[in-house]
């Protein structure tokens, strides 16, 4: 009794170990000029929105990289990338409006998230993530498209929290 105990036990470290050394993945393939090409490309995509008032409820879930009760890792970040392509990037409204290799750049994000992440579970927020897609599709006409883009720091935030670059408070300040 006390080997097989001994062996879950081993197992659940060695699965711990691979999990962790994972998150290390991302946050190691994920570069820091991406995040902050993307950061600054994003605010000047986010200038170039049309200036609307009905644009007040906010889209995103309120998720945290830190606090115990919303926290998020790459799974959620792997999957709102998705839905950002899926359901917003690829709007024409949207990309109409793109920066130069703006697309490029989300790809690339993409890509990286792709593979460093690895689960076939969903994760506990999938069910946010896909009501976060029926909203920005619900919208009316093109304005959910828009509404998401100009929320789309708060990715970018998320990412750079969790890959440990603080790119967006550098760019806060100046």
């Keep these: 009794m006390s080997l097989l ?7 659940s470290l060695l699965i711990l170990g691979i999990t962790a050394e ?7 393939e994920i570069p820091v000029q991406m995040i902050r090409e993307l ?20 889209l995103l879930p309120k998720f945290c990289t830190k606090c115990p009760e919303r926290t998020i890792g790459w799974l959620e970040m792997r ?19 793109l920066p130069l290799h703006y697309n490029d750049l989300l790809y690339r994000l993409q890509h990286t998230l792709q593979n460093c992440v690895s689960s076939s579970e969903p994760s506990k927020w999938s069910k946010t993530i896909k009501k976060l897609e029926r909203k920005i599709k619900k ?3 093109d304005d959910g498209a828009l509404k998401a883009v100009g ?19 550098a760019s806060v300040k100046s």
């Design 22 to 28: 994972r998150g290390i993945t991302c946050r190691q």
């Design 151 to 169: 929320e789309f720091t708060y990715v970018l935030r998320w990412i750079d929290e969790l890959a440990h670059h603080r790119i967006y408070r």
């Design 39 to 58: 950061w600054s490309r994003t605010r000047q995509l986010i200038d170039d929105l049309p200036k609307e008032e009905h644009f007040s409820r906010r």
């Design 79 to 97: 999957d709102v990338i998705d839905v950002y392509q899926r359901s917003v990037f690829s709007r024409k409204v949207v990309q109409k409006l």
């Design 139 to 141: 919208r009316r006409r």
């Design 5 to 11: 105990l001994v062996r879950m036990f081993a197992l």
